[in-house]
Nanobody, 123 residues
Framework: EVHFVESGGGLVQAGGSLRLSCAAS????????IGWFRQAPGKEREGVSC????????YYEDSVKGRFTISRDNAKNTVYLQMVSLKPEDTAVYYC????????????????WGQGTQVTVSS
């Protein structure tokens, strides 16, 4: 059974930092790209960042480049998203997801999803 444990979300002031973690089990972690998506109230789910399974290549949505850093520890089946210089517009539920085909901007390409963790940035 596939299972994700997402953690690290919370309430932070603008300019602050958070580190999200996504620990996965139930599938061959090394074979999957892992992405982070977010969804704010009334908005569509959008891709934030992704890290490939093959060579560790990373991808970032334009608004988070230079502020967010994704990394993975295959020995721990865990992916991290370090977020600094947070802005109120970063407020959303953040989800990690796994894709066998590799990194993609489209949620439909992801095979497994976590339950999400809330990030709230106050101004």
């Amino acid at each position: 059974e596939v299972h994700f444990v997402e953690s690290g979300g919370g309430l932070v002031q603008a300019g602050g930092s958070l580190r999200l973690s996504c620990a996965a089990s139930g599938f061959i972690f090394d074979d999957y790209a892992i992405g982070w998506f977010r969804q704010a109230p009334g908005k569509e789910r959008e891709g934030v960042s992704c890290i490939s399974s093959v060579d560790g290549s990373t991808y970032y949505e334009d608004s988070v480049k230079g502020r967010f850093t994704i990394s993975r520890d295959n020995a721990k089946n865990t992916v991290y998203l370090q977020m600094v210089s947070l802005k109120p517009e970063d407020t959303a539920v953040y989800y990690c997801a796994a894709a066998k085909i590799g990194c993609s901007d489209y949620p439909r390409d992801y095979d497994y999803w976590g339950q999400g963790t809330q990030v709230t940035v106050s101004s």
